[in-house]
């Protein structure tokens, strides 16, 4: 609810933002909010004097800018599908891929929609065999070909996202 229209608002005509509302929102806010409070707590400072990125790591997963107690970016976007790759989430894709697929697959766009929301991400990535990134780290660590693949993509994204805020913010002060 604190981003500024720089952060929220994506390169489409701006008449769909106003007709649609189409815009980034971000999800796990309030996961965000109690982690960047926590931070401070710890660091013993006002969160208004802090820059902090926040991480939610689960199926589900996000990333958020927190300067001086405001969010001001989030990874995820209009839904909850736009940023990291998540269990069974492709996070950030390029849109023409959705026409591609119906075109090349003869699917729908729900089709589409399905596979990016509910087959794709670290799922997607271990050839449909695991979404709980325990058991992906598990057979990472035994050097499973997929699984080495799938965390390397994982941990590539997530590191892409933190750098990008520690920029935004022009430097941070704790990443929890």
Do not use: W
């Not at 604190?2 to 649609?20: C, D, Q, V, W």
């Not at 802090?50 to 970016?73: C, E, M, P, Q």
């Not at 790759?85 to 492709?90: L, Y």
Request: glycine letters at 10%; a positive charge; proline letters at 3%.
């Amino acid at each position: 609810q604190s981003m500024t229209e720089t952060a929220y608002l994506y390169a489409i005509p701006y008449s769909l933002y106003r007709k649609y509302k189409i815009r980034r929102y971000g999800f796990h806010g309030t996961s965000h909010r109690y982690v960047a409070n926590r931070v401070a707590n710890i660091l013993g400072k006002p969160i208004k004097e802090l820059k902090i990125i926040t991480a939610h790591i689960g199926n589900g997963a996000s990333v958020a800018a927190v300067k001086y107690g405001r969010s001001v970016d989030t990874s995820m976007g209009f839904t909850p599908l736009e940023g990291l790759v998540m269990g069974t989430r492709s996070g950030d894709v390029d849109p023409a891929i959705v026409p591609f697929l119906q075109e090349q697959e003869g699917s729908t766009a729900g089709e589409v929609n399905n596979l990016l929301n509910k087959e794709s991400g670290m799922f997607g990535l271990t050839d449909h065999l695991f979404v709980d990134m325990r058991d992906i780290e598990e057979r990472a660590a035994k050097k499973d070909p997929l699984c080495m693949r799938a965390h390397n993509i994982y941990e590539y994204r997530l590191a892409k996202y933190i750098g990008a805020y520690a920029a935004a913010m022009n430097g941070v002060d704790a990443i929890a």
